[in-house]
């Protein structure tokens, strides 16, 4: 398990290139993305494809090759492999044939934008890429709006405004964050405030739209969490006299807590 830059190439550790050109075959996500970060280094390594759609079915050719005594590396397009990536059940399959898995550590992107942060790092949970649909993406952060942790998501330049928009609805306006954007590369940012001084920051700045984006939330304290399920034990009281809305809307003015947060549990 290879890990590659996740922007700035001068990141590749000298064990991950060594690695890269003594193994017979390197599989990748994208070969095209990763024959061009070879192309840089010199090796001329064959690569194979393995992603989502032929992992499965790849599996057990890599495991008999693996078997017959090769050796392959597995890296992603950038960044840890199996991180939101591809590659868990080769390593399985390996695994459950007896086969050496041995990771060469190197560039993360979740792990990067956490050091430079300055959120809480002694206990984070990272919640990869959240659902696309909305509807999906509001019920999965109700869900997480009580978590204790640093939460940490990858986000996409399409749905980076949408998703700070439901941060704000889940977490309230004032919540802690920090949108780490395009680390490592030339246009690097790392915004910190609050969702909302985040959300405007970002609306009003189209540079700040583009790119790979990890955002760090931080988790509810004591008092946040008190108050959330303070919150939802209130609504359901109010929620077997009203309506779903209008009791969120009640026990969110009664407790503090944040009403769609309130208003999801009620629906799921």
């Known amino acids: 398990m290879v890990a590659t830059p996740i922007g700035n190439l001068g990141d590749l550790s000298a064990r991950a290139g060594q690695t890269l050109r003594e193994v017979a075959a390197i599989c990748a996500e994208d070969t095209r993305r990763t024959r061009t970060l070879l192309a840089h280094l010199g090796i001329d ?51 459950q044939a007896g086969i050496r898995v041995s990771p060469v550590p ?28 909305a509807a999906a993406r509001r019920e999965r952060l109700a869900a997480l709006a009580g978590e204790s942790r640093t939460l940490i998501f990858y986000e996409s330049a399409h749905r980076i405004v949408e998703s700070l928009a439901d941060l704000r609805a889940a977490f309230g306006d004032a919540r802690r964050a920090v949108l780490a954007r395009e680390l490592t590369k030339l246009f690097e940012t790392v915004l910190d405030g609050s969702l909302s001084a985040l959300q405007a920051a970002v609306e009003a700045d ?63």
């Not at 057990?60 to 199996?82: H, I, M, Q």
């Not at 430079?116 to 984070?124: I, V």
């Open 45 to 95: 390594t064959p690569t194979l494809p393995l992603h989502e759609h032929n992992e499965e079915a790849m599996a057990a050719r890599l495991v008999a090759r693996l078997a017959a005594g090769e050796s392959l590396a597995l890296v992603s397009d950038a960044g840890t492999p199996l991180v939101s990536d591809p590659g868990f059940r080769l390593v399985r399959a390996a695994r």
């Open 206 to 268: 189209a540079d700040q739209r583009k790119g790979e984006f990890v955002l760090l939330v931080e988790g509810a304290g004591e008092d946040a969490g008190a108050v959330l399920a303070e919150g939802r034990r209130v609504y359901a009281l109010l929620s077997a006299h009203l309506p779903p809305s209008s009791a969120a809307r009640l026990a969110a003015e009664i407790t503090g807590a944040p009403r769609k947060a309130l208003y999801r549990v009620g629906t799921d």
């Open 106 to 133: 190197g560039p993360s992107a979740l792990v990067a934008a956490l050091s430079a942060a300055g959120l809480p790092s002694d206990r984070f949970v990272f919640e990869g890429f959240l659902p696309a649909k």
